[in-house]
């Protein structure tokens, strides 16, 4: 059975930092090989991706968090991490860690496991 459970999350004022964790488990293949990424939903918002990282560990970043984020994973521990700086009350979200043994992509569809979520939010 396939976990994503991430952890990490909280209150931070605007300007602030948070790290958030990903720690993977029961994947079919080798945790390297998968594309991660981290999506994040909004109170009435679609979800949206914000940070992928490839089986090469090449990085992308969505718009509106490129300059602030960083995504990273450690395969050894099966884990996937999003350092969070200059946080924005706008960055205020639910973050959920995600997988796919497909190439990345921005799409939530294309993504097969997911964690629950963990709870960011940023006050002015």
């Known amino acids: 059975q396939v976990q994503l459970v991430e952890s990490g999350g909280g209150s931070e004022q605007a300007g602030g930092s948070l790290r958030l964790s990903c720690a993977a488990s029961?994947?079919?293949?080798?945790?390297?090989?998968?594309?991660m990424a981290w999506f994040r939903q909004a109170p009435g918002k679609e979800r949206e991706g914000i940070a992928t990282?490839?089986?090469?560990?090449?990085?992308n970043y969505a718009d509106p968090v490129k300059g602030r984020f960083a995504i990273s994973k450690d395969n050894a521990k099966n884990a996937l991490y999003l350092q969070m700086k200059s946080l924005k009350p706008e960055d205020t979200a639910m973050y959920y860690c995600?997988?796919?043994?497909?190439?990345?992509?921005?799409?939530?569809?294309?993504?097969?496991?997911w964690g629950q979520g963990t709870q960011v939010t940023v006050s002015s």
């Open positions: 029961g994947l079919t293949y080798t945790y390297s090989e998968y594309c």
């Open positions: 990282i490839d089986r090469w560990s090449v990085t």
């Open positions: 995600a997988a796919t043994y497909q190439r990345c992509s921005w799409s939530a569809a294309d993504f097969a496991y």
